[in-house]
Nanobody, 128 residues
Framework: QVQLVESGGGLVQAGGSLRLSCAAS????????MGWFRQAPGKEREFVSA????????YAADSVKGRFTISRDNAKNTVYLQMNSLKPEDAAVYYC?????????????????????WGQGTQVTVSS
């Protein structure tokens, strides 16, 4: 079992920045892949970014490439999502996800079913 707790959401003006954090507990953090997803009202949950358990591979949705950066600190059992140049369309509830299975395809990191554990979410609101 892995417990995930997100923090760092809030209200920011367009063009601003936020850093989300996700603290994990309950299992060896260094052996699990981590991801961020988001869900806006009336929309499906969508992939934002992911990082391999090694920390050496990262993935990002086209909509956030060049603006969002995912990182992890295995010593602190925490994964981060640095979000810069925020846009109103980035507003959503952001969810942290963790998965311990081996993923053989890059596309696997983009799908929610590759992750077994989810946080409660943190709200990000971007004003125009």
């Amino acid at each position: 079992q892995v417990q995930l707790v997100e923090s760092g959401g809030g209200l920011v003006q367009a063009g601003g920045s936020l850093r989300l954090s996700c603290a994990a507990s309950g299992r060896t953090f260094g052996s699990i892949n981590m991801g961020w997803f988001r869900q806006a009202p009336g929309k499906e949950r969508e992939f934002v970014s992911a990082i391999k358990w090694t920390g050496r591979g990262t993935y990002a949705a086209d909509s956030v490439k060049g603006r969002f950066t995912i990182s992890r600190d295995n010593a602190k059992n925490t994964v981060y999502l640095q979000m810069n140049s925020l846009k109103p369309e980035d507003a959503a509830v952001y969810y942290c996800a963790a998965g311990g299975r081996v993923l053989y395809s890059d596309s696997d990191y983009y799908t929610p079913r590759s992750y077994d554990y989810w946080g409660q979410g943190t709200q990000v609101t971007v004003s125009s």
